[in-house]
């Protein structure tokens, strides 16, 4: 491998990385506005917000890996929209801190939709 092959390399990994860390920092800032925004929906701590951005981000890389549909209330259409409500309620068994009933899930896949829709940032990975 050459030397321009090698900083290519780099570079295109460096770039994933920050790519990734742009998508949860993306991903908080939606799911905190979402959980203001929606009643029944509590996030407890800085760290539970934290948490539960990267657990949905896990949760919707393996959605889109093995069914190939994003969990994007306006992704996908109703497909989608159900896949956030569930998304966003499954999270609750996986972080401490993050509550979430049936009708709130719902509640908040319509918010985090319409706010992961005004926030700019690229959501693809």
Known sequence: MNDNQSNTTSQN???T???VIIRLVVAAI???ITAFFTPGFQINSIWSLAIAAIVLTIMDYLIVKFTGLH???F???FVGFVLAAVTLYLTQYFVAGYTISWVAAIIGALVY???DYIIPG???M
């Open 13 to 15: 990994t460096t770039s």
């Open 17 to 19: 990385v920050w790519q």
């Open 30 to 32: 939606v799911l905190g």
């Open 71 to 73: 969990a994007s209330p």
């Open 75 to 77: 992704g996908k259409g």
């Open 113 to 115: 939709g319409i706010v």
């Open 122 to 124: 690229e959501q693809k």
